[in-house]
């Protein structure tokens, strides 16, 4: 992965830097020694590091305000960090950059179960916007993965999406408002608690900006009453073909499950032996999670038991209580962490047309037999957000170039069948590259114009979403 | 007029153009006057992909409203954000086209549920100022890579480029609705009934209220909405719609049907649903009498539909500002905009330039408040 050369002239000027940053900030607020800074030298994506000239945790608006100010002034570029979990690299620093990790701003601010939305510090961990109103009988819809880990101002800048988003929809559904400042320190507030404003859509194009168009501190988010139950069934098939048909009956018979999730024979295996769920032993697993009241959960699983009844499935299986529900949501949530036991992967991220799901399926394993590489696949397949999951040896010599090559194959083949490049994990560095496979320059070109706009200098988290020549002379490279 | 009947014929006419176009689809909901040549999108019709078991849809921006739910009908499928039709109420006579819907950001009763036409918004393409032709999103429902530019055309009313297709997330038509119509309250009561049953885990699709009555919709799998009824009624004395009669009521709250034909000012409010009422009637008691002619409230107050005598405008600035945003659709007299804060104006005011550097396209409507200047 090709990264921008470092400005030298920066790399000189750490100590006076980080000076001019300890001068306003909380002493414990700046980070500057290189055995401390080692920390943030990568994300989730922790094939690619670099350590940054430094780092800065603040705990406000105003210190997020202040260090802007400093490294605009000072033409330090900066690379916003929510809790580090981006899978695209969208926190990676460089040489030369500060890191501004929002992490210590965790604050509730207000809950108006009233008007249904709560008002938090961009820190906050997903799950603790949902821990802050669930004994109100409330939810925050969003739920990637990392949802533990994972801070609200990086599902922002992601765009973040999740397993329940077939109904509640993504980050950018359920968001409501936010406090920017630009990287020239201004201070704003685009939206807000109450429903449709008007003028330009800011909040839209800020959310899912990967952080480069400014730093969020805090948001409003929309908060839904949660329903009365929800259960999961697991279908077994003999082949990932049936179960992708069988995804597209029950959407097209217009029953709406929260969730439909998808695993193939190399993750079922993987995440059964990390959780114990009792998935069973077949070619491809769908979990479907209906929701309500007892009564119509029972409905609906009548239903969707019809529906794949026509598609014979191996087995069809109810959660019997809420153990057993807890612990299929439990190995389909760990399944990243579950194949990393069988070794280092790279997992993607493209979108796919529901309909196309089997010619996907057959194709990604005729890449993976051509490039003897092995690929799980376990995915959203409600929404045909694919995350197939390349294994590989990271100390192998070459193992990794044929690993990128391999996943943009892939990925070339998603934009092909209608679908895109990122569903959920955003562009970072790790797609950076393949942009134009699904943009035209005048696209592109479009996209860098709003960049210009917030962030003339171009200073902000510079060398991700766009492809390094084609941002180059924005960013000030010959 | 230009009525282009391709895309290029767009990037053309707009390349060609040396002063600014109004751009108009069926001209049924636009804001403030339009100025210049017109260039009229209805010639850009047609269906470019329609998948229901996907829910995608793919039309070309010019395509009729009325035509896409014909399409869409048959296939037991519609937009689930409920766009308005504001023909009647602005008198206007054009028949409403997908482009000034998404263009508007324009979204029904059905938004507590299912979101805005944004939210439904998965992809568009459109022609900026200078000619250029630009995709953004596409047809999946999950989709980060790259701006989403989608967000923000929708709601900028061809300020910042001609729409020229459009790709829709839509929604399967469940098998039951049923209204419950509740009378005897006054406005805080029935708006706070319509907040709690929001707050509710029954999956309220409808949350509104009207002539002293307060609505709230259903809508599922028959005997969810059977259950959900009951759950709701709690015994309380109410009328029960169902089918096509619950359709009809929603259909008049959508379009503010009571104030079709009348006289006065249209206003459009967006507040907090609890503000609702305590702004309303702020609005009323410190005005003449005769000021409020009628009111529709939806999104349980968060949208409020306000007809008033004319001359009302500073009393309704004064009473929103800072509690959201009050625009005048119809009416004579002020801007029908507020301003805008100085620095969510310089953004804005950027990106037009960026769209937009030579105005060939509609100015944005709003600026910063001339103080700020």
Request: hydrophobic share 45%.
């Amino acid at each position: 992965m090709e990264m921008p050369r470092p400005n030298f002239d920066l790399l000189a000027k750490r100590a006076e830097i980080a000076a001019r940053l300890r001068a306003v900030l909380p002493k414990d607020s700046v980070i500057d020694d290189p055995a401390q800074t080692r920390v943030y030298e990568c994300d989730g994506l922790s094939a690619y590091r670099c350590a940054p000239l430094a780092v800065v945790l603040p705990r406000s608006t105003q210190e997020v305000c202040d260090t802007l100010r400093i490294c605009h002034e000072m033409g330090v570029p900066v690379v916003p960090r929510g809790a580090g979990t981006s899978l695209s690299g969208g926190a990676m620093p460089s040489a030369d950059s500060v890191v501004l990790g929002v992490a210590r701003m965790t604050e509730v601010l207000h809950c108006d179960f009233e008007n249904r939305y709560i008002h938090v510090q961009a820190g906050r961990t997903n799950l603790a916007v949902t821990g802050a109103v669930e004994d109100r009988g409330f939810f925050y819809a969003p739920d990637p993965s990392s949802q533990l880990a994972c801070a609200i101002g990086g599902n922002i800048a992601m765009n973040s999406g999740g397993a329940h988003c077939l109904k509640y929809g993504v980050t950018t559904n359920n968001l409501l408002g936010v406090t920017l400042v630009q990287m020239d320190g201004t201070i704003l507030t685009l939206g807000g608690p109450f429903g449709d404003g008007f003028g330009l859509d800011l909040l839209g194009v800020v959310c899912g900006s990967e952080g480069q168009l400014g730093v969020v501190t805090e948001a409003w988010l929309r908060i839904l009453p949660k329903p009365e139950g929800a259960r999961p069934v697991l279908v077994a098939f003999d082949s990932s073909e049936v179960a992708g048909a069988c995804v597209a009956d029950i959407i097209r018979a217009g029953i709406l499950p929260v969730a439909i999730e998808f695993m193939d024979r190399l993750c079922i295996r993987a995440c059964e032996d990390f959780a114990h769920a009792g998935y069973p032993d077949c070619e491809a697993l769908l979990i479907i999670e209906v929701e309500g009241a007892p009564d119509e959960i029972d409905e609906q699983l009548a239903r969707i038991r019809a529906i794949a009844a026509r598609h014979s499935p191996l087995a069809f299986t109810q959660a019997r209580d809420d153990a057993q529900a807890k612990r299929i949501w439990l190995g389909r949530k760990s399944a990243f962490g579950a194949m990393g036991q069988l070794g280092d992967y790279m997992c993607l991220d493209g979108t796919i047309p529901v309909s196309s799901l089997s010619y996907v399926l057959g194709q990604i394993a005729a890449l993976s037999t051509a490039y003897g590489l092995p690929v799980g696949n376990v995915f959203h397949a409600g929404d045909g957000n694919m995350h197939p999951l390349i294994l590989y040896d990271a100390n192998k010599d070459g193992d990794l170039a044929k690993v990128e090559s391999l996943g943009a194959d892939i990925l070339r083949l998603c934009v092909h069948v209608g679908g895109c490049l990122s569903g959920e994990h955003g562009v970072g560095i790790e797609k950076r590259d393949l942009m134009p496979v699904q943009f035209t320059a005048a696209d592109l070109e479009a996209q860098m114009r709003i960049k210009d706009v917030f962030d003339p200098k171009w200073l902000l988290n510079p060398a991700k979403v766009f492809p390094l020549s084609a941002s180059a002379a924005r960013r000030g490279e010959a | 007029m230009i009525r282009p009947h391709s895309e290029a014929e767009v990037c053309e006419a707009l390349a060609r153009a040396n002063s600014p176009l109004a751009v108009i689809g069926g001209g049924t909901r636009a804001i403030g006057d339009m100025q210049g040549e017109i260039l009229d999108t209805t010639g850009l019709t047609g269906i470019t992909h329609y998948e229901p078991a996907a829910l995608s849809l793919v039309v070309r921006a010019g395509t009729a409203l009325d035509e896409i739910t014909a399409l869409l009908s048959p296939q037991r499928q519609r937009l689930g954000f409920e766009p308005p039709e504001l023909g009647a109420l602005l008198g206007r006579k054009g028949r409403s086209t997908i482009g000034g819907v998404a263009a508007s950001n324009a979204s029904g009763p059905r938004k507590v549920q299912l979101g805005s036409a944004r939210d439904a918004m998965l992809g568009v393409r459109f022609v900026d100022g200078r000619g250029t032709a630009i995709a953004s999103g596409g047809r999946v429902m999950k989709n980060v890579t790259g701006y989403d530019v989608v967000k923000l055309m929708a709601g900028s009313h061809g300020t910042l480029g001609v729409l020229t297709e459009i790709s829709l997330k839509v929604q399967s038509i469940p098998e039951a609705e049923a209204t419950l119509q509740l009378e005897g309250l006054d406005d805080t009561a029935g708006l706070a009934t319509l907040r709690h049953a929001l707050g509710s885990a029954y999956d309220i699709s409808g949350a509104a209220r009207q002539g002293g009555r307060s609505y709230i919709r259903l809508e599922g799998m028959a005997g969810s909405v059977a259950y959900r009824v009951e759950k709701l009624r709690q015994g309380r004395d109410c009328t029960l719609c169902e089918g096509a009669q619950s359709a009809a009521i929603w259909q008049g709250i959508r379009d503010a049907a009571l104030l079709h034909g009348r006289r006065g000012d249209i206003w459009r409010l967006s507040i907090l649903p609890s503000d609702a009422a305590v702004i309303v009637a702020a609005i009323v008691a410190k005005t003449r009498a005769d000021l409020l002619r009628d009111v529709v409230y939806d999104w349980a107050g968060g949208l409020v539909w306000l007809l008033l005598a004319q001359g009302a405008d500073q009393v309704v600035r004064a009473h929103v500002a800072g509690r959201g945003a009050a625009i005048k659709l119809r009416g004579a007299g002020a801007a029908p905009f507020a301003p805008q804060s100085r620095d969510v104006a310089r953004l804005s005011h950027g990106l037009k330039a960026q769209f937009d550097p030579l105005g060939r396209l509609p100015p944005l409507h709003f600026g910063p408040s001339t103080e700020e200047k």
